[in-house]
Structure formats: structure tokens, C-alpha cells
């Protein structure tokens, strides 16, 4: 396990964070971190509740103001931002949904090509549905449509998984690492089997403020990875064993 | 069933009514039979109808200004930070004062015509409109705005495409208060001082010891009440489609 902060290398291929600060009133969540993300890769952040991985990715999506002297670089455009809901909005139908990027900044709405995503997902029946007749898994994949509809290669997802059942969460992994491909993406999660499943790289946040440290596993470089893969099965014991830890501290 | 049912219970109050009247034989000025009343109704339906128009339009106006105020008022709360400082704690001390005791007043102001009837009806629908339009705006889901926030949405597109739909079930809740109170408003205006109208009406013929006639106006103007106040709920119901109904439905599957 190595400490981040000393490790970032100044590559164009990546997006990082740099001398973050946050604290809530009184109490500081981080100072002084750098994280970066690596282009076109999976980035994992693992970490107990509470520790702050929720509001690290807030900052890469643009809803926290950076107070300098933090940092953002290596990105211009907006990224695209999937929380742990699904946040459809209850009246609009599944393509409309798919489509409330466009909608909400006026520009012209690509019905062709929400349609094509739906159909990536396998939603392009539930088309004219409302979100309130589709099930978890479904309303979780309208919101990776409408992020992927997005367009960003930067994509942000906050627990996206978390409320779901072990069977559909594993089916929406997998789908998520197919149309994430060539995409830059950090997946907050508290899950390390997801982490594992899905990270090119793992990152953990602990300590009081927090600190990050990338976790080093011989792992194969294809995701998503194979659940009952040896080396997964391992790195999970020592992760859970390394998260515990944290929270015990 | 339910519209069977609703007809059958008041089948059976009239029914009461009438045992009531014939038994105690009580005189029609102080309680008309039911038959009366109807005989009134349609003895007098020309005089009802002219009143009812009168008093029709005065609702409507008050319906369409008290939303209309309440609208831009809930609006400028959630636009303007300085209008909320100031004109959010105005509103409630507003409120302290009831809308009956200044109604004398507006007869004053606005004349015996339509003009402080419509004014009245203005009053008492404005507030529940602009309380509850105001209290969604403000209850919107963090989610969805950090969602749109993400989006680079506009602070007025987010309004109109967000805030504004998702604090449509409060408001429609808001609506059906003012569509119930918005009669009372027309008809307390009436009642102190006007020449036309089913309030007007209804004071006229208890002054001259026409209780039929006065029953009839009052069946008249809960009749046009439960109207308005269906019509209102039928545009909501139909307008917002994505609102669970818990009750109803649990009380289907009761059944």
C-alpha cells in the first residue's frame, strides 16, 4: 500500500485533483490531497461510510466549489454524474429521462441516438414508460443511459449499485464496464468485490483528515474480472480486512 | 360505487329531512320539506340563474387572481433572496388577520359591484396557493438538483424543469383548498354588501322569511362548489399522472 500524494506523476494522461481542501464547519474531511484519475481507465475508490470518498468525487463533478489553492486540471469539458439514486424524474417518461441533459441546457434532443443507449441497456421497450412501472435494476439503467447520453469521457459515479440486489448489481457491473470502455471514470463504492471487479486501479480513503492509498493487487488487467477468480477472491479478503481496520481505528 | 353510494347516503338524509318536517310539523319558514325547497328552485330558477352567473363570475376571477398572485409570489420567494427576507414574514402575519373582519373594508374600497367580491375571493384563495406552491419549490429533491447542477443547467431552467413540475403534487393540494374556500369568499363578500349574487339572494330571502328560497340558493351554490372543486381535482389528477395514491389503492386491495 503507497500513500497517493507522493506517488502523482504530471502526465497529460490523466485528470487530477491537486492541494484539495474540505471541511465541514469545524471538523476537516481532507487537506492537501492530490488525486488523479488515469485516462480511459476505471479509477475505484474504496473507503468506510463517512470518510469523504462521496464529496472527493462531488469535487471532480463540480457541485463542491474548490477553494484555492485546489486544483483541477486535465479536463475542460463537463463530466457526467451518476449518484447513488437514480434520480429520474418521476414525470418524465424513460426516453425523456435519457434525454434531460439536452433538455435542461436547451439544445437540440437526439432521439436517435437516446434510443441507440436504450438499446445498449436493453430498455428500448420501456421507451414511453414512466420510471414508476420499472423495477431498481431498470430505473438504474435508464440513469447509466442518461449518462452515457451524456457524452462526457469524464464519468462520475457515486455508489451507483448500492441499493441493488447481489444478482442484479453483478449484471449492471458487467454492463457498466462494456459501455465505460475508452471512457475515464471514477467509481466511488463501499463494495470491494465491485471495486475489485471493476477498477483498472483502487485507490482507499481512511484516516482523520483522510488520506488516499492505492491498493496493489496482482490482478489481471481485463474487467470486469471474474468473481471466482483466485486472485479477486484474495484481494478482497485483504481489502475487507484492510476496511475493517479503518473503521475499527 | 362510490358515486351510488354518495346518492344513496344523500337519498337517505333527505329522507330524515322530510320525516323530520312531518313529523314535528314545523313551519316552512323556519324548516321547508324538501319538496319545497325544489318547488322554490324551480319557481324561481330564473332569479337563481342570474344570481348564480353573478356569483360564478366572481369565483372565477378570484380563482384566476388568487392563483395568478400566489404563482408569482411562490416564484419570487424561491427567485429572490431579499423578497424572501422580507416578504415571506409579511405573508404570515398576513394570515394572522382574518379575511372576514376586513371584508367590510373592501366593500369600502372596491364599491358594492363585483369588484370586492372578486377582491375577497382574490384574498382568501391567494394564500393557500402561495404557501404550497412556495413550500414545493423549496422541498425539491438535492438529488435531482445536483443532478441538473451537473448537467450545467441554468438557474431558470431548473426552475421550469424541475423545481416547477416537482412542486406541482403540493400545489395541486393548495388548488383544491382555494377551490373549496374560493366560494366562501364570494359569498362572505356578498353578504356584506352587494345587490347581486346567491350570497345577496340567500340574505334577501331570510329577510323576508323565504327560507324555501334560501335553501334553494344554498343547494344551488354547494351544488357549483362541488363542481369547481371536482373540476379542479379532475385537472389535477389528469395534469399529475406520476403521483402514487396510496389510499385509493389500499382500498381497493382491502376490499
Sequence with gaps: MKKNNDKIKTTPQSIKLENLHFSYGKSIIFENIDFELSKDKI?????????GKSTLLRCFAGLVDLIPPSKFSGF????????????????????????????????????????????????????????????????????????????????????PFASLDALT??????LTAKLLQNKTVLLVTHDPL????????????????????????????????????????NAQAKLLNSLFLDSTS | MIFLRILLSIFILIIIWQCIVSITNVPHYILPSPLRVLESCWENYSILLQNLGVTVLEIILGLILGISFGFISALSLIWFRTIRRWLLPLLVISQAIPVFAIAPLLVLWFGYGIASKVAMATLIIYFPVAATLYDGLRRTDIGWLELAKSMRASKLSILIHIRLPAAMPAMS??????????????????????????????????????????????????????IIYFSIDFIMRRTITWQPESLLTDYKENK
Design chain 1, 43 to 51: 479509477t475505484c475508490l474504496l473507503g468506510i461510510s463517512g470518510i
Design chain 1, 76 to 159: 475542460q469539458e463537463k463530466p457526467a454524474y451518476m449518484g447513488q439514486q437514480d434520480n429520474l424524474l418521476p414525470w418524465l417518461n424513460v426516453l425523456h429521462n435519457t434525454l434531460l441533459g439536452s433538455k435542461l441546457r436547451g439544445e437540440k434532443k437526439d432521439v436517435l441516438k437516446a434510443m441507440e443507449i436504450l438499446e445498449k441497456v436493453g430498455l428500448e421497450k420501456y421507451a414511453q414508460q414512466k420510471p414508476c412501472r420499472l423495477s431498481g435494476g431498470q430505473r438504474q439503467r435508464v440513469a447509466l443511459a442518461r449518462t452515457l447520453m451524456e457524452n462526457s469521457s469524464l464519468v462520475l459515479m457515486d455508489e
Design chain 1, 169 to 174: 448489481k453483478h449484471k449492471l457491473q458487467t
Design chain 1, 194 to 233: 465491485e471495486a475489485l471487479r471493476l477498477g483498472h486501479r483502487i485507490f482507499k480513503m481512511a484516516g482523520n483528515p483522510a488520506e488516499i492509498y492505492e491498493m496493489d493487487f496482482p490482478l489481471d488487467i481485463k474487467v470486469p474480472r471474474d468473481t471466482s477468480d483466485e486472485k479477486v477472491l
Design chain 2, 173 to 226: 393540494s393548495g388548488l383544491r383548498v382555494a377551490a373549496a374556500v374560493a366560494p366562501i369568499g364570494a359569498v362572505v363578500g356578498e353578504w356584506v354588501g352587494s345587490s347581486a349574487g346567491l350570497g345577496y339572494l340567500m340574505l334577501h330571502a331570510n329577510g323576508r322569511m323565504q327560507t324555501d328560497l334560501m335553501f334553494a340558493s344554498l343547494l344551488v351554490l354547494a351544488i357549483v362548489a362541488l
